[in-house]
């Protein structure tokens, strides 16, 4: 028994981790912290059982900390994002232009004529005018390891359908400058 506890606590604090670390969203980033507790909780019966009251103090505060990160992720922001996109679909059906949630430009698929060319990483904006200047892409490499960095101007971009479509040909895409992830232009 004692070894298949711990087994559970260890794939699931693995498990855990890898949801809350890859962000992919309130829900994803929710469930991490279910997995989070389940493990946490697991790491308090072998604490127990094996007699270490570190491993048991640490888990007591885990347990709390994961209680925590469920409600924040799956109530709290959960429903600041549902509350985003109700209001996005409202405004598409009002006069005038449509809205989306800011927080989609750190995380919308950017598009070229229908084709994947990378994720939105964030966007610059004019602190008076409250213009969008620019969007920063990512593409390519392996969890941010490899990965290029365009800076491609909102003039040439809009949002559609939860997507950042990018009104150039690739090749145009391809000559955007390349920003690195420390320093990138102020205009």
């Not at 009002?94 to 990378?118: C, N, Q, Y």
């Not at 966007?123 to 005018?129: F, K, L, P, T």
């Not at 003039?155 to 990018?166: P, Q, S």
């Amino acid at each position: 028994m004692f070894d298949l506890i711990s087994w559970v606590a260890t794939i699931a604090t693995i498990g855990g981790a890898l949801l809350t670390a890859s962000n992919l969203g309130a829900r994803v980033t929710g469930t991490g912290f279910i997995v989070f507790l389940a493990g946490s909780l697991c790491w308090l019966g072998v604490g127990l059982m094996s007699g270490q009251p570190a491993l048991l103090w640490t888990n007591a505060v885990l347990t709390v900390l994961n209680l925590f990160g469920i409600w924040r992720w799956l109530g709290r922001q959960a429903a600041v994002e549902e509350g985003a996109r109700a209001a996005a679909e409202a405004s598409e059906a009002t006069p005038g232009e449509a809205l989306f949630p800011a927080s989609l430009l750190s995380r919308a698929k950017a598009v070229i004529a229908g084709e994947d060319v990378g994720t939105c990483v964030d966007a610059m904006v004019g602190e008076c005018s409250g213009r969008l200047a620019y969007v920063v892409v990512s593409e390519g490499g392996v969890a941010g390891v490899g990965e290029r960095l365009r800076q491609v101007p909102w003039t040439c971009a809009r949002v559609e359908n939860d997507r950042l479509v990018v009104g150039l040909d690739r090749g145009r895409y391809e000559s955007l400058p390349e920003v690195t992830k420390d320093q990138w232009p102020g205009h």
